[in-house]
Protein backbone atom coordinates (compact mmCIF):
# COMPACT_ATOMS: atom_id res chain seq x y z
CA UNK A 1 0.00 0.00 0.00
CA UNK A 2 1.19 3.28 -1.30
CA UNK A 3 2.16 5.75 1.95
CA UNK A 4 1.54 9.45 1.54
CA UNK A 5 2.70 12.28 4.96
CA UNK A 6 0.18 14.74 5.02
CA UNK A 7 0.91 18.22 7.01
CA UNK A 8 -0.66 21.58 7.27
CA UNK A 9 0.37 24.96 8.23
CA UNK A 10 0.30 28.85 8.13
CA UNK A 11 2.20 30.99 5.88
CA UNK A 12 2.23 34.06 8.94
CA UNK A 13 2.31 37.44 8.41
CA UNK A 14 2.47 40.88 9.76
CA UNK A 15 2.62 44.25 9.05
CA UNK A 16 5.43 46.53 10.32
CA UNK A 17 5.41 50.48 9.10
CA UNK A 18 3.64 49.34 5.31
CA UNK A 19 6.05 46.34 5.40
CA UNK A 20 4.81 42.87 4.74
CA UNK A 21 7.04 40.16 7.32
CA UNK A 22 7.30 36.32 7.11
CA UNK A 23 7.75 34.32 10.16
CA UNK A 24 9.68 31.29 9.27
CA UNK A 25 11.20 28.96 11.90
CA UNK A 26 14.01 27.09 12.28
CA UNK A 27 14.16 23.51 13.34
CA UNK A 28 16.54 22.58 16.14
CA UNK A 29 16.85 18.78 14.26
CA UNK A 30 18.00 17.86 11.00
CA UNK A 31 18.99 19.96 8.76
CA UNK A 32 17.94 22.82 10.49
CA UNK A 33 15.67 24.26 7.65
CA UNK A 34 13.37 26.91 7.80
CA UNK A 35 9.55 26.58 7.56
CA UNK A 36 6.21 28.39 8.28
CA UNK A 37 4.92 26.58 11.37
CA UNK A 38 2.94 23.38 10.11
CA UNK A 39 2.95 19.92 11.22
CA UNK A 40 1.96 16.41 10.57
CA UNK A 41 -2.12 15.87 10.27
CA UNK A 42 -2.85 13.26 13.05
CA UNK A 43 -6.44 11.28 13.11
CA UNK A 44 -9.73 12.43 13.05
CA UNK A 45 -8.41 16.23 12.57
CA UNK A 46 -9.07 18.61 9.34
CA UNK A 47 -6.15 20.00 7.61
CA UNK A 48 -7.17 23.62 9.32
CA UNK A 49 -7.22 21.98 12.79
CA UNK A 50 -4.24 20.86 12.19
CA UNK A 51 -2.82 24.19 10.92
CA UNK A 52 -4.32 25.82 13.71
CA UNK A 53 -3.31 23.15 16.37
CA UNK A 54 0.61 23.55 15.12
CA UNK A 55 0.96 26.74 14.95
CA UNK A 56 -0.16 27.27 18.81
CA UNK A 57 2.27 24.42 19.67
CA UNK A 58 5.43 25.53 17.44
CA UNK A 59 4.83 29.80 17.59
CA UNK A 60 2.41 30.04 20.58
CA UNK A 61 0.09 32.25 18.24
CA UNK A 62 -3.97 31.19 18.65
CA UNK A 63 -6.65 31.26 15.90
CA UNK A 64 -7.95 34.77 18.02
CA UNK A 65 -4.43 36.70 17.09
CA UNK A 66 -4.74 35.96 13.49
CA UNK A 67 -7.04 36.70 10.60
CA UNK A 68 -6.91 34.09 8.11
CA UNK A 69 -7.07 35.03 4.42
CA UNK A 70 -8.80 33.87 1.12
CA UNK A 71 -5.59 32.35 0.04
CA UNK A 72 -4.13 28.50 0.62
CA UNK A 73 -1.51 26.28 -1.26
CA UNK A 74 -0.71 22.92 -1.41
CA UNK A 75 3.44 21.52 -1.76
CA UNK A 76 4.24 18.35 -3.06
CA UNK A 77 7.78 16.40 -2.24
CA UNK A 78 9.30 13.37 -0.91
CA UNK A 79 11.00 13.09 2.40
CA UNK A 80 12.85 9.48 2.27
CA UNK A 81 11.28 8.35 -0.82
CA UNK A 82 7.83 9.24 0.80
CA UNK A 83 5.42 11.30 -0.61
CA UNK A 84 4.67 14.31 1.29
CA UNK A 85 1.83 16.87 0.83
CA UNK A 86 1.65 20.34 3.08
CA UNK A 87 -1.48 22.66 2.44
CA UNK A 88 -0.59 26.17 3.76
CA UNK A 89 -2.68 29.15 4.86
CA UNK A 90 -2.27 32.32 4.75
CA UNK A 91 -2.69 34.30 8.06
CA UNK A 92 -1.99 37.66 9.20
CA UNK A 93 -0.55 38.52 12.65
CA UNK A 94 -3.52 41.14 13.90
CA UNK A 95 -2.56 40.93 17.75
CA UNK A 96 0.81 42.04 19.26
CA UNK A 97 1.16 38.24 21.12
CA UNK A 98 4.68 37.37 21.03
CA UNK A 99 6.26 34.20 19.60
CA UNK A 100 7.04 31.55 21.90
CA UNK A 101 9.16 28.28 20.41
CA UNK A 102 8.77 24.65 21.38
CA UNK A 103 11.28 22.40 21.59
CA UNK A 104 11.48 21.49 17.79
CA UNK A 105 12.54 25.23 16.97
CA UNK A 106 15.84 26.93 17.78
CA UNK A 107 14.96 30.19 16.39
CA UNK A 108 12.42 32.06 14.34
CA UNK A 109 12.59 35.24 12.08
CA UNK A 110 10.30 38.01 10.89
CA UNK A 111 11.32 38.47 7.50
CA UNK A 112 11.10 40.22 4.13
CA UNK A 113 9.70 38.56 1.17
CA UNK A 114 13.31 38.76 -0.25
CA UNK A 115 15.19 38.16 3.01
CA UNK A 116 11.96 34.93 3.77
CA UNK A 117 13.56 33.62 0.21
CA UNK A 118 16.53 33.70 0.69
CA UNK A 119 16.87 31.78 4.11
CA UNK A 120 14.29 29.10 2.92
CA UNK A 121 16.36 26.46 0.73
CA UNK A 122 13.69 24.74 -1.00
CA UNK A 123 11.78 26.36 -4.31
CA UNK A 124 8.63 25.64 -3.58
CA UNK A 125 8.82 27.23 -0.75
CA UNK A 126 10.23 30.30 -2.42
CA UNK A 127 7.31 30.63 -4.88
CA UNK A 128 4.92 30.11 -1.72
CA UNK A 129 6.14 32.96 -0.13
CA UNK A 130 6.26 34.85 -3.74
CA UNK A 131 2.57 33.65 -4.25
CA UNK A 132 1.35 35.35 -1.30
CA UNK A 133 2.72 38.80 -1.91
CA UNK A 134 1.42 38.65 -5.16
CA UNK A 135 -2.21 38.13 -3.30
CA UNK A 136 -1.32 40.36 -0.81
CA UNK A 137 0.03 43.41 -3.36
CA UNK A 138 -3.30 42.54 -5.46
CA UNK A 139 -5.71 42.47 -2.26
N1 LIG B 1 15.99 14.56 11.35
C1 LIG B 1 15.26 14.52 12.48
N2 LIG B 1 15.85 14.30 13.67
C2 LIG B 1 15.14 14.28 14.83
N3 LIG B 1 13.80 14.46 14.89
C3 LIG B 1 13.17 14.68 13.72
C4 LIG B 1 13.86 14.73 12.47
N4 LIG B 1 12.95 14.99 11.49
C5 LIG B 1 11.77 15.09 12.10
N5 LIG B 1 11.89 14.92 13.44
C6 LIG B 1 10.81 14.95 14.44
O1 LIG B 1 9.61 14.89 13.73
C7 LIG B 1 8.68 15.78 14.31
C8 LIG B 1 8.05 16.60 13.19
O2 LIG B 1 6.73 16.52 13.36
P1 LIG B 1 5.71 17.65 12.89
O3 LIG B 1 6.07 18.99 13.44
O4 LIG B 1 4.36 17.11 13.16
O5 LIG B 1 5.90 17.63 11.29
P2 LIG B 1 6.66 18.46 10.22
O6 LIG B 1 6.85 19.90 10.59
O7 LIG B 1 5.94 18.24 8.93
O8 LIG B 1 8.08 17.69 10.24
P3 LIG B 1 9.42 17.85 9.50
O9 LIG B 1 10.24 18.96 10.04
O10 LIG B 1 10.02 16.48 9.52
O11 LIG B 1 8.92 18.19 8.04
P4 LIG B 1 9.52 18.95 6.78
O12 LIG B 1 8.60 18.58 5.65
O13 LIG B 1 9.72 20.39 7.02
O14 LIG B 1 10.94 18.31 6.60
C9 LIG B 1 11.13 16.95 6.25
C10 LIG B 1 12.27 16.86 5.26
O15 LIG B 1 11.86 17.44 4.02
C11 LIG B 1 12.73 18.51 3.68
N6 LIG B 1 11.88 19.58 3.13
C12 LIG B 1 11.23 20.53 3.84
N7 LIG B 1 10.55 21.36 3.03
C13 LIG B 1 10.77 20.92 1.77
C14 LIG B 1 10.34 21.38 0.48
N8 LIG B 1 9.54 22.45 0.36
N9 LIG B 1 10.76 20.69 -0.62
C15 LIG B 1 11.57 19.62 -0.48
N10 LIG B 1 12.01 19.13 0.71
C16 LIG B 1 11.61 19.78 1.83
C17 LIG B 1 13.45 18.91 4.94
O16 LIG B 1 14.70 19.47 4.71
C18 LIG B 1 13.53 17.61 5.68
O17 LIG B 1 14.65 16.90 5.25
C19 LIG B 1 9.42 16.68 15.25
O18 LIG B 1 8.89 16.51 16.54
C20 LIG B 1 10.84 16.21 15.24
O19 LIG B 1 11.22 15.94 16.57
Same mark, same amino acid.
Given at each position: ?60 ? #?????? *? =??? %? +?? !? ?46 ? #?????? *? =??? %? +?? !????
Amino acid at each position: MSRTLRAAGLVIFRRVSNKVEYLLLQTSYGEHHWTPPKGHVDPGESDIQTAWRETEEEAGL #KESDLQ *L =QEY %S +KT !LHYDVKGVPKTVIYWLAELVKCTPVKLSSEHQDYKWLTLTDACDIVQY #KDMQEL *L =QDC %S +KF !LNAK
